[in-house]
């Protein structure tokens, strides 16, 4: 079963906004309640409050503040399961050795906490969808989806993003038109700032497709623009007319990306013939962190500011999904400092894109990160078991073809880039 979200805009009138934003202000109360229960209690006595503890306390706490009866009962309970959410993924990364990070905090009295339906709560019919609540007014909260959903709605939340626009994001559950299985061929990929992808087969073929930057286009402009704005006075008339534009050009660049990598990774999907599809497991958050000489300062902006590999590879993960294909995350530690002919193991500075190693080969930085993906994959094939078939080659076989091809290739051409739209017969094929 795949779960797809879709999000769109509503229109709820003047009545049902007021309704929305105190459902959502009673939400925000528990939470915060919530918060301050679990911080005091463990300050004090050492106790760890469990999201159990705190739902089983809801039927109390509604006869104390009768306020909580008029917002739907698995909403308060989804409200006390993000807390909790949030604390396991503070655990989580403090566990793992991150220092930077921080247990959740309380929510301003303007901020619009989203409302979350979960399996109930909700009434779908007739491309309209209705929220059940005990508000005093009784004004029905029903909202036109104009679209018929496919699939199982699991879950519908509500929610307003910083222009005041009204959202509903409506998850689905829906069986793939395939199921999955091992069909012997496999496509290992190396995702980067210049080149979005670097694919290699068991066959020895390849394609590069660069990364489309549209922060580079924008940079200089948003630079430009916050300057002005930082001159004026705060909060001026000026100040937000700078800001609002500042804003504008943010979501343009971020949505030129994204559509990019949606097109993009749709392309890589759809035309390989693999049903198992490897990419590296890359940890985005370390490698920005990680102390950088001063010619690598921007690696931090390309990586983070852009939205860039993180997300691709979640488009990357339910396309696949859709159509019946599955990706594996294989650990990409020294593959961009292996030579994937000799196994020389060398440093390189983030600017040597371009690999020239004692051994004679000369190939793109990329490309030799991708064929040691898949060479890891091959030694590691045996632990998923999801995986049936043989592979066409094995780890040496597989070797034996790319050392036959690399001395072929000696000045390096083996970019390969786009031409037209992708979604033209002019686009390449992953084979």
Known sequence: MVLLTRKFTINPTKKQQKILWELAETCRLLYNHALAERQFLYESYGYSVTYIDQQNALPLLKKLFP????????????????????YKSFFALKKNGDNTARPPKFRGKNYFFTLSYNQSGFKYYENSINF?????????????????PKGTIKQVEIFQDYRKRWFLAVNCETSPPKTYYDNGFYQAFDLGINNLVSAVNLE?????????????????????????RDHCKRKSRKWHWYNRK??????????????????????????????TLIVGDLAVKHMARKKKLKNQKTLSYSLQNTGHISRFVQFLTYKAEKIGKKIIKIDEKNTTKICCVCGLKKNRKLSERYIKCNCGIQMDRDLNSAINIMSKFLQEKDQFDFLLHEPSVN?????HKWKGFLRHTANGKTKVSLRGSVDSQEAPCFS
């Open 204 to 228: 020895s073929k390849f394609i590069q497709i660069p990364n489309k930057r549209p922060d580079k286009y924008w940079r200089e402009k948003q630079a430009e623009l916050q300057t002005k």
């Open 67 to 86: 306020r909580y009866k008029q917002v739907y009962s698995k909403v308060l309970q989804m409200t006390l399961k993000k807390l909790d959410s949030a």
């Open 395 to 399: 780890e040496e076989s597989f070797f």
């Open 246 to 275: 500042l804003a504008k050009m943010k979501r343009k660049q971020s949505n030129q990306l994204k559509d990019f990598q949606h097109k993009i990774s749709k392309v890589v999907v759809t035309h390989t013939k693999a049903n």
């Open 132 to 148: 059940s609540h005990k508000h005093p007014s009784k004004i029905p909260l029903t909202f036109d989806l104009g679209f018929d």
